[in-house]
């Protein structure tokens, strides 16, 4: 093969003939100055002379050229150069039958610099050379190319996402000595949001840093750019999502399902305690009216002091957050009340969408979500409920059932769903109450409706609910000879925890992929999920 840079050009005859004329040239001019130098009185020694200096010339280049010589370097790409040589010799003697290498080209050089191919073309080999150099350079070149690029690609899969909460100074320059410092550990910055405090602003990312550097020495980095008050926690691909598109998502949700404003802040605000209580307390006997008034309020525009944030709730009382590993922000603050005054001016709301389902005898039923509205349908069906059926749901005193009532109900405490038969007759509630990461579930079927499959209808459903939720778990508190419950539990097909405390089966069903254990309950003096006498239930999430 030749290069790009030697052109293949036909052999001539006459080059050999002007090659022939200039031999002749040269010997007729040597022999016209021997003629003139000989015949002068020192001509001889002038040609002794010349002779003389010839070889010396003649010498010195032969030892330049040696010394210097033009053949490629001994590097990293010989072994290649030769490798691609031999093979480009290889496919010459496939088709002419002599095919060289490159140490039999090199061999030759000296005595031969041309060498010619099959068709008659010319090329040095000091081009041959050059060429299978740089072909040898592109091929290492494209070969550390994808070395580079297959490091990159694992550096880049060796990262987790932090998200990172720090307070700076108010000063131009502060951030961007955090962010420099974060470029130079190979830190990126994915998200930035900024809440201006009255002393600083408080600056929260969301980072992929690589896995090899830990959060303490994150923390260290970052103290030593100037920020104060840092805090980091995992996040996963769920934060990627920008906080705007997150608001405006969680202000649809609550503008839908008013069950959904608990949600809403847990999820604005991240981990956090959230307490909803009423203004007046129970009441003593059911239906004797409303209770004493608690003193629970909060002013319209709510009140913020540092972890904890106390915000009308519309329904009555006061909903108070409480997160003290961190201090809210004003800007926290304002998304949150932004979001109940929300709730508030759309009022009480639950979807009314319904399920029609035919039992295995044929009747028909309506599964449906449920609130305050169906207060006094719930009452008419705890009268028709047997000792034995409210005792295995409230495991507690019965005649303290009904008092309760209005707060399952309530759509600030969790999700119900009702079922009603062709006649609108309520013959099952099902109870999805929040409770932090875990979520309880109650079940409450009339006797004459029992054994229908009803209840493991209404279990599916909470569980979807809880799931689209987000809850990690699901809990059921029940006695342990409550068999019904056990079994549509186990129905389930999920992991699940047992755990029996006095008489009371606590059956954890595990949501998330990651097992979670199940929480120890003693057994409760009041039905499950209503709270104390005095206290009514609090949403903890």
């Not at 003139?36 to 003649?58: D, K, N």
């Not at 069906?381 to 399952?408: F, I, K």
């Not at 079927?445 to 699901?474: F, K, P």
């Not at 539990?489 to 998330?512: F, H, K, N």
Request: glycine letters at 8%.
């Amino acid at each position: 093969m030749t290069s790009a840079k030697s052109a293949r050009r036909p052999h001539h005859w006459r080059r050999d003939l002007i090659e022939l004329a200039a031999l002749f040239t040269a010997v007729a001019v040597a022999d016209a100055i021997a003629n003139l130098i000989g015949h002068q009185p020192e001509g001889p020694y002038l040609l002794i002379a010349s002779a003389v200096a010839l070889v010396a010339t003649a010498a010195f280049h032969t030892w330049w050229a040696r010394r210097h010589s033009h053949a490629p370097p001994p590097g990293p790409y010989s072994e290649a150069a030769g490798a691609e040589a031999s093979g480009a010799g290889a496919s010459g003697a496939g088709a002419s039958g002599a095919g060289h290498s490159w140490a039999s080209a090199s061999a030759t050089d000296a005595a031969n610099p041309t060498a010619r191919t099959e068709d008659g073309t010319e090329t040095t080999t000091a081009e041959t050379a050059e060429e299978t150099v740089e072909k040898a350079a592109e091929k290492a070149g494209e070969k550390t190319g994808k070395e580079t690029a297959e490091k990159t690609e694992r550096r880049a899969g060796e990262t987790v996402l932090w998200r990172m909460r720090t307070t700076v100074r108010d000063a131009p320059g502060a951030l961007a000595v955090l962010c420099t410092t974060l470029a130079r550990h190979r830190i990126d910055i994915l998200t930035l949001q900024t809440h201006p405090l009255a002393q600083g602003t408080v600056d929260e990312f969301l980072l992929r840093v690589p896995e090899s550097l830990t959060a303490r020495q994150l923390t260290r980095e970052i103290s030593a750019a100037g920020g104060t008050s840092t805090w980091i926690e995992r996040a996963d691909a769920h934060d990627l999502v920008d906080t705007p598109t997150r608001v405006l998502g969680l202000a649809t949700r609550t503008a839908l399902d008013a069950a959904e404003l608990p949600l809403a802040l847990r999820q604005l605000l991240g981990r956090c305690t959230i307490h909803s209580l009423p203004a007046r307390s129970l009441p003593a006997v059911p239906g004797s009216g409303s209770g004493r008034v608690t003193g629970e309020g909060a002013p319209v525009e709510g009140v913020l002091h540092e972890t904890v944030m106390r915000l009308r709730d519309p329904s009555g009382g006061v909903i108070t957050v409480e997160r003290p590993y961190l201090p809210f922000t004003p800007t926290e603050f304002a998304r949150a009340r932004a979001l109940v005054e929300l709730d508030a001016r759309l009022g009480p709301r639950v979807p009314r969408g319904a399920s029609v389902l035919t039992l295995p005898e044929g009747n028909e039923i309506t599964v449906r979500r449920a609130d305050q509205a169906d207060l006094t349908a719930a009452r008419a069906m705890h009268d028709r409920c047997s000792e034995r059926t409210l005792g295995l749901r409230y495991h507690g005193p019965v005649r303290d059932a009904d008092r309760y009532l209005d707060h399952l109900l309530s759509p600030r405490f969790g999700r119900t769903l009702a079922v009603q038969t062709a006649s609108g007759r309520l013959v099952a509630l099902g109870h999805l109450l929040w409770d932090g990461d875990e979520t309880e579930v109650a079940l409450l079927v009339e006797d004459d409706w029992q054994r229908r499959g009803i209840g493991s209808e209404l279990l599916g459903r909470l569980v979807a609910l809880a799931v689209e939720a987000g809850c990690e778990n699901v809990y059921a508190v029940t006695q342990a000879h409550n068999t019904g419950m056990v079994a549509a539990m186990r129905a389930l097909s999920l992991p699940l925890d047992y755990q029996i405390e006095e008489g009371t089966l606590v059956i954890t069903a595990r949501l998330a992929a990651s097992p979670a254990p199940a929480r120890s309950r003693p057994a409760p003096e009041t039905p499950s999920g209503y709270g104390r006498t005095e206290e009514p239930p609090r949403l903890v999430r």
